[in-house]
């Protein structure tokens, strides 16, 4: 993923007759920690402009991001943050529909205390379509006192889907008492079938413990439906490692001396409860 962001609210009407230029935050940054890092940061230092809601410009501006630092084989998109009703609404609506035909896809968050209200309407109808798909409305300003998490959820839900967070990951993890540690491979061998119409992480998981197994695989492609136990022994620590670092899990023993590379099977690991809860 990559994200530029841009300011606006700071419209005033300049020397010339034209509209002020939005502020640009932040050019379009790749996904290093350094590059999030120093956005965040930019981010964290933007204020109030007190100007009129130059929404228009703000569109200009991130056209602009998008075909100067966009990737081309990446669909490109906008989220547009507002509480107020843009100035000059028929440039606005020109320039939203000039990007929607461009194919740049149209995200909207409203701060909006009533959902029949003018400007939340105005949003949705800015957005692509199907609109509620597209949207996210925050009712009012007393909402975000508390950082306004369920919203960014919401927002980050609808908006990017396969957004991974490894923070929600390991308490969700922790929650369900089993983790998928390695996809398509496992660590050990493969024990005995199970189920061979099973597809569901937590039906295979209690047939596993019902068989006393420490973890389990569960088949992909022509083996989907494949729930086999998994009898490896590892330790509390081995994972807590999983846990803490998922993209990189460790295989503590294997016959390859690593994880079994398999396009037929995913591994998971149940929480060894018992010997974790002294950690």
Not at 17 to 36: R, Y
Not at 167 to 181: P, R
Request: hydrophobic share 35%; net charge negative; aromatic share 10%.
């Amino acid at each position: 993923m990559r994200i530029g962001v841009g300011l606006f609210g700071n419209g005033v009407i300049e020397d010339d007759g034209t509209i002020s230029k939005a502020v640009l935050v932040s050019e379009i940054v790749g996904g290093g920690d350094g590059d999030f890092a120093t956005l965040k940061e930019a981010v964290a230092g933007m204020a109030h402009q007190k100007g009129f809601t130059n929404m228009a410009q703000g569109f200009v501006l991130a056209e602009k991001l998008l075909q100067q630092r966009g990737r081309k084989d990446a669909q490109s998109a906008v989220l547009t943050i507002s509480d107020g009703k843009p100035s000059f609404l028929f440039e606005t609506t020109e320039k939203a529909q000039e990007i929607e035909e461009k194919g740049i896809m149209k995200y909207m968050v409203a701060i909006s205390e009533f959902p029949g209200s003018d400007e939340w309407r105005l949003m949705r109808e800015m957005a692509s379509q199907p609109a509620p798909t597209n949207t996210v409305r925050v009712p009012g300003f007393d909402a975000l006192q508390d950082g306004g998490g369920p919203f960014v959820r919401e927002a980050i839900a609808k908006f990017c889907p396969l957004a991974f967070s490894p923070s929600q990951a390991e308490d969700q993890n922790h929650a369900q008492g089993w983790m998928l540690v390695y996809k398509k491979g496992y660590c050990g061998g493969l024990g005995r079938a199970l189920s061979r119409d099973t597809t569901d992480p937590e039906a295979c998981r209690q047939l596993a413990v019902a068989a006393e197994a420490t973890g389990f695989s569960m088949g992909r492609r022509y083996r989907k439906g494949k729930c086999c136990v998994e009898t490896l022994q590892f330790t509390c620590e081995n994972y807590k490692q999983w846990q803490k670092n998922p993209a990189a899990p460790e295989c503590p023993t294997s016959w390859s001396g690593g994880f079994h590379n398999s396009r037929y099977y995913d591994w998971y690991a149940i929480e060894p409860t018992a010997e974790c809860d002294g950690v």
